[in-house]
């Protein structure tokens, strides 16, 4: 292949003559070039690893301590009582020789100021530690802040002057702390109440009683334990048991999506819009490299958030094992995978050293596009193993992927940046049916044809033939915020910094000696094929059963929202409360994701959102009680939601702790009735908030089009929903509601009319309350008074 003729620096013939060298001078050049590149690589890792090491201080701090020890010095002035001296009685012999006394003096001044230096550094950072570990300031009201936490404001801004990498802050972050179990238990009970029975109740208050009492106690130790050797007692065991050693189909059930613009497509010609979303993914690789992305913060303020799950972002892919998964991370590779029309492809994206530009990732896309070649045997649904079972693919893997062409092949899928999915459908809200073409394009994002995707990759981006886009992410490596940043980044560059030409092409010039993209070759058994064709039928089955439905809810936003002093994720949260209590007649576990990534390496944790509060007001409003009660009874929903999330973010969540404490039992060969029941609950209402982190990126005055649609994912049980939203400005919430056609008891649009029944129904009730109170205070009634 042209390739690999390419590839060789030099060859050589033995003649009778002697040996005739024949060198390939492209070749290495193209050596030198990766050579340096790498070593630039280094040198800038090396760099960034000094910066991080001091942070919050900076490496040019040590010339001011050195040199304010030197002029103390030369002042005739001790400022190290007697230290200085010291090290200079145990300098090197040899120092004493070549050196005079000034000189070693100088040599002495010189280690005790890189000492002291050292010591304001570990000072520093363990102040920083001690101000990120406080988290009472999230549990103050408005207007009532502590002097405590006026005094910690001023010293996180003290500490945050300097601009710090994307680590930065990595080691200073706290552990996730262990919750007591007595609180832990009797938040669990509290949380379940408005779910059960009297009866059923006492058998569950019987059963965490009998669990405290027994065995509670002892997995508690063996749990604190590894809290003290462990960076993260809950990150590594969710990771493998709640995904890597699920052996059911990912696609749907664990991966999840994220849509391209609601209203407007940049290009309509599909080559480019793939061009400039490779670039863009590629530039915020860099940036990650690099460590210049800044942290992510807490919404307002200058609290820093875990970046851990930025490491294994690109170069990414679950493998499959009988038993557990495992994710594997390459160092950065410079191609991508592309699939287009049952064919595969590795795009090289980097040409000695250099990234190409949009135009020519346009081009080389193109070519794929015009590569009129047949798919090879077996090849063109070949995907369709990672949409299946999980030990079907691991046999297959084992067996017929370990050498050879199948191998290389999958070895370039694998190892490559991120997968690309050349789509021959059009998506997005056109036509007659804007409402049902979004349905369809998220079920398409979700799980396409179940064969042209690559599920198995950290995430694959799906260019569609019209230009839209989107992604299919998947869930173990990381959650939904860390590719959230990532897809917003990725749509902003696309649209307001690579941008197109008048005839919706890259911008550019091209190279058009560049080698065209790598046709991968397979030799696919028939076992293989069988074996795609049983993982087709399962993951066929399981998309059809999947009911999608997003719709973009425009009657009002977060402004109106905050307008009632409320919290727009509260006020959303209890309306889904009132929508299932009217789609199903009654309530049910609810799952509300919430971060844990104020400390070192979190992840999630579990908002209840179904509380006591929540369903007493939404069974006042239903059963007719006065609207000034109903509004008291929200008020009390609305802050007891707030806390629970505040909570769950600060480490005192609920299911998490009986997690791992569950994981515990297990390993200790010990059974727990309370602990099974626990985790074997379903969750029929899973529903999370896809939050918007870089809205400078988006100037929504000026475009107010380029709005995002969010994501979402599949229903976590048979029976129930799943709920995604993303509140985008002021004025508009975007829905995704995912549910199964095979459940008579469910339905996606149902549910959908129902939410925004219940945001509207809850809106008027607060809005009615707004104007009376206005009213009351304009006549100036005594009893206005005493009710305000």
Known sequence: ???????????????????????????????????????????????????????????????????????????????????????????????????????????????????????????????LKLLLSYHYWMFEQHGRVSNTTKVWVTLMRLFSRKKPLLYSYQT????????????????YLESVRPLLTDSEFQQMTKLANEFESTLGHRLQRYLKLKALWATNYVSDWWEEYVYLRSRGPIMVNSNYYG?????????????????????????????????????????????????????????????????TDVLLHWQDSEFVAVYHRGRYFRLWVYRAGRLLSPREIEYQIQRILDDSSPPFPGEEKLGALTAGDRIPWAQMRQQFFRSGLNKKSLDAIEKAAFFITLDDEEQGM??????????RYAKSLLHGKCYDRWFDKSFSIIIYKNGKSGLNAEHSWADAPTVAHLWEYTLATDAFQLGYTEEGHCKGEVDLSLPPPQRLVWEISPEVQTQVCSSLAVAQALADDVDCHVFPFRDFGKGRIKKCRISPDAFIQ?????????????????????????????????????????????????????????????????????????????????????????????????????????LSEPWRLSTSQTPVQQLELFDLK??????????????????????????????????????????????????????????????????????????????????SKKLL
């Open 1 to 127: 292949m042209a390739e690999a003729h390419q590839a060789v620096a030099f060859q050589f013939t033995i003649t009778p003559e002697g040996i005739d060298l024949q060198l390939s001078y492209q070749a290495l050049n193209q050596i030198y070039l990766s050579g340096v590149r790498s070593w630039k690589k280094r040198v800038s890792r090396m760099k960034n690893r000094v910066i991080k090491g001091v942070y919050p201080a900076s490496p040019s701090s040590w010339l001011f301590v050195a040199i304010g020890i030197l002029a103390t010095m030369y002042m005739q002035s001790d400022p190290s009582m007697g230290l200085i001296a010291k090290i200079q009685q145990h300098l090197p012999l040899s120092l004493h020789v070549s050196l005079s006394s000034q000189g070693q003096t100088m040599v002495s001044a010189l280690v005790f100021s890189t000492l002291l230096w050292l010591s304001l550094i570990l000072a520093l950072r363990f102040c």
């Open 259 to 323: 849509m391209d613009f609601l209203y407007v497509t940049p290009t309509s010609v599909q080559a480019a819009r793939a061009g400039n979303t490779i670039t863009a993914l590629m530039l915020y690789r860099r940036k990650v490299n690099r460590e210049e992305l800044t942290p992510s913060r807490v919404p307002g303020t200058v609290i820093p958030l875990c970046a851990a799950q930025c490491e294994r972002m690109f170069n990414t892919t679950r493998t499959p094992g009988v038993e």
């Open 172 to 187: 200073s972050l706290p552990h996730l702390p262990v919750p007591g179990i007595q609180d832990t238990l009797s938040r």
């Open 430 to 439: 056109k036509g007659d049916d804007p409402a049902g073409n979004l349905d």
């Open 702 to 783: 000026n475009n107010p089009d380029y709005i995002s649609l969010g994501g979402g994912f599949g229903p976590v049980a048979d029976d129930g929903y799943g709920v995604s939203y993303i509140i985008v400005g002021e004025d508009l919430i975007n829905f995704h509601v995912s549910s199964k056609h095979s459940c008579s008891e469910t339905d996606s649009h149902r549910f959908g009319a129902q939410i925004q029944k219940a945001l509207q129904d809850i809106m008027t009730l607060l809005s009615a309350g707004a104007k009376s109170s206005s009213s009351s205070k304009g006549s100036n009634q005594p009893q």
């Open 574 to 678: 209890i309306s889904l409360q009132l929508a299932y209590f009217r789609d199903r007649g009654g309530f049910c576990l609810t799952y509300e994701a919430s971060m844990t990534r104020l400390f070192r390496e979190g992840r999630t944790e579990t908002v209840r959102s179904c509380s006591k509060d929540s369903s007493a007001f939404v069974r006042a409003l239903e059963s007719g009680q006065t609207e000034e009660e109903c509004r008291r009874l929200f008020r009390l929903a609305s802050e007891k939601h707030q806390n629970l999330y505040r909570m769950a973010m600060t480490g005192a969540g609920i299911d998490r702790h009986l997690f791992c404490l569950y994981v515990v039992s297990k390993y200790l060969g010990v059974d727990s009735p309370f602990l099974h029941k626990v």
